[in-house]
C-alpha cells in the first residue's frame, strides 16, 4: 500500500511530458509509486486532497545565501551596487557563529518551503568560525528540506588586495582541508538523498587564483560538483581584466573549471560566444533575476542562454539582496524578466516551470528523477493553491495563470513523502522560538541595541 496519495489535482503536472486534469500522485517510501487520471487512484494509508489546486514537482533553489536573512534589508546597503553592497555587510557577517548559521539557516528553509521549494543549494562564503557549514546541515535534517552545501570560500582579505576583512577570510590550505572532511562526512552521492556537499570558492574576483585551480582538481577527486558566481557585475569584469588579464569566462577556464561538473550563478554580463562556450562544455547556470536587478545589474537573458544551449536553473539567490526566500516569486520575477530581454513570445511560464524543476536539478547533478513526478523519482511534490480571488476568470490555462496570477502559496509541500508545509502551515515544531531566535541574533549581528 502507498504511504500517501494526493488525488483530486485541477491540472497535475508532472514534468514528464504528461498535464492531467483531476489527476493523482501516489507516493511510497520517499518515492513516487504512480500517476493517473481521476477514477485509477491507488489504495494509500493516507490521502491529501488537491481539489481545486495545481500539482507540481516541488521546486528547486540553485543558488541561495540564506544566512544573509540575519541582514535582511538593512537599510545602509539598500542603495548600492553589487561590490559596495558587500563591503557594507562584510563587517556585519564577521560576527556569524553556528547558532547564527544554524537558526539562520533553519527560518530560511522553513520560508524556502513555504514558497513550494523541497530541495536548495546553499553558498556559505563567510567562515568567521569552523564549522560552520555543520551548523547549516543540522538545521537542514532538522526542517526536512533536501539540502546542497555549496561549501563557500574567500581566501583574499584585503590586506592581500581581496575585497573581504580578514575576519571571514581562511587561507587557502583550511578551506581545501575542511571541503575534503566535509564531503568525507556528510556527501551523500546515492540516488534520493538528502544531502550533498559541492565545493564553492565565493567569485574569480574574491579569491585566489590558486583556490579556483585546486578546488577544480579536489572536486574531480572526490567527484563532487563545482558552484561559484560567475559574470555577475561589470566590476568582476574588471577586476579579471585588470588582475589575470583575461574576461571572467577566459579566466574559468584557465582555472580548469570549464565542463560539466560546475554550474555558475548570474551569468549577467556575458557575450554570445561565451554563451555558446558554455553550451558545449555543459556549465550550467543558476539564473537569479530578482538579486540582480536589485543590485541595479539587470537580468540575463533566458532566451539567450537557451538559444546558446545552456542548462539554465532558478535561484533565489542572497535573502539580503533579493530579501525573499520564494522561488515562486522568483519564477515570476524570471518570466517578466525574459519577456522584456527577448519579446513576449520568447518565454512561458512553462518554460520557467521546467527551469525551477528539471533544469534545477540537472544544474546540482541530480539523475535520479528529482524535478519530476514519476514512478521512481523522489517523493518531491508541491500543491498549489488557486486562491478564488486571484485566479478569478483564470479558466483557459492553469500553468500560466500559476505564474501571471497571485500571490501563490502552497497548500501542501511534500519532501521525501513527508509534509514540511500541510494546508498551508509549517508542520514544523518551534517555529515560534526559532523566530525569536532569529531576531535576537540578526539585531546582534547587525549591531543593534536591544
Not at 405 to 412: A, E, L, M, S, Y
Amino acid at each position: 500500500m502507498n504511504d500517501t496519495l494526493i488525488r483530486d489535482a485541477e491540472l497535475l503536472v508532472t514534468m514528464d511530458g504528461d498535464e492531467i486534469p483531476g489527476g493523482w500522485v501516489a507516493l511510497r517510501e520517499g518515492t513516487v509509486t504512480g500517476t493517473g487520471r481521476p477514477g485509477t487512484e491507488p489504495r494509500a494509508a493516507r490521502t491529501l486532497s488537491a481539489r481545486g489546486a495545481l500539482v507540481t514537482p516541488g521546486l528547486i533553489n540553485t543558488h541561495h545565501h540564506i544566512f544573509q536573512n540575519l541582514t535582511r534589508a538593512y537599510a545602509p546597503a539598500t542603495r548600492y551596487e553589487l561590490f559596495d553592497w558587500l563591503g557594507t555587510l562584510y563587517p556585519l557577517w564577521a560576527g556569524l557563529d553556528e547558532e547564527a548559521v544554524e537558526v539562520s539557516t533553519w527560518v530560511g528553509l522553513a520560508e524556502l518551503a513555504l514558497g513550494g521549494c523541497t530541495t536548495t543549494a546553499d553558498m556559505l562564503h563567510s567562515h568567521p568560525r569552523p564549522r560552520l557549514t555543520d551548523a547549516q546541515i543540522r538545521a537542514a535534517r532538522q526542517v526536512g528540506l533536501r539540502f546542497h552545501a555549496c561549501r563557500g570560500a574567500l581566501d583574499l582579505s584585503e590586506r592581500d588586495g581581496g575585497p573581504a576583512p580578514e575576519e571571514i577570510t581562511q587561507s587557502t590550505d583550511e578551506i581545501l582541508a575542511d571541503c575534503e572532511r566535509l564531503v568525507s562526512t556528510y556527501h551523500d552521492p546515492s540516488p534520493g538523498s538528502m544531502v550533498r556537499i559541492a565545493l564553492a570558492p565565493a567569485t574569480q574576483a574574491a579569491v585566489s587564483e590558486r583556490l579556483m585551480a585546486e578546488t577544480a582538481r579536489l572536486a574531480e577527486r572526490l567527484d563532487v560538483r563545482l558552484h561559484t558566481h560567475l559574470a555577475e557585475s561589470l566590476d568582476e569584469v574588471t577586476y579579471c581584466r585588470e588582475t589575470f588579464g583575461r574576461r571572467p569566462v577566459d579566466q574559468f577556464e584557465h582555472v580548469g573549471w570549464a565542463g560539466d561538473r560546475a554550474w555558475v550563478a548570474h551569468f549577467v554580463f556575458s557575450e554570445p560566444g561565451e554563451r555558446a562556450r558554455l553550451g558545449r562544455w555543459g556549465t550550467a547556470v543558476a539564473h537569479c533575476p530578482g538579486s540582480t536587478m536589485m543590485l541595479g545589474a539587470g537580468a540575463a537573458s533566458l532566451p539567450a542562454l537557451r538559444e546558446a544551449g545552456v542548462t539554465v536553473g532558478l535561484g533565489c539567490d542572497g535573502s539580503a539582496s533579493t530579501d525573499h526566500a520564494s522561488l515562486w516569486l522568483e519564477a515570476r520575477t524570471a518570466l517578466a524578466a525574459a519577456r522584456e530581454r527577448g519579446g513576449a513570445a520568447s518565454t512561458t511560464a512553462r518554460d520557467v516551470l521546467r527551469a525551477a524543476t528539471v533544469d534545477a536539478a540537472a544544474c546540482l547533478g541530480r539523475e535520479d528523477g528529482l524535478g519530476r513526478l514519476t514512478p521512481g523519482a523522489p517523493a518531491d511534490v508541491t500543491v498549489w493553491e488557486l486562491d478564488e480571488f486571484a485566479f478569478a476568470g483564470a479558466h483557459t490555462d492553469l500553468v500560466e495563470a500559476w505564474l501571471r496570477c497571485g500571490p501563490v502559496r502552497p497548500r501542501h509541500t511534500i519532501v521525501q513523502g513527508r509534509p514540511v508545509v500541510e494546508n498551508g502551515t509549517l508542520t514544523l515544531p518551534h517555529t515560534h522560538d526559532m523566530l525569536s531566535a532569529h531576531a535576537r541574533i540578526s539585531r546582534r549581528i547587525q549591531r543593534l541595541s536591544d
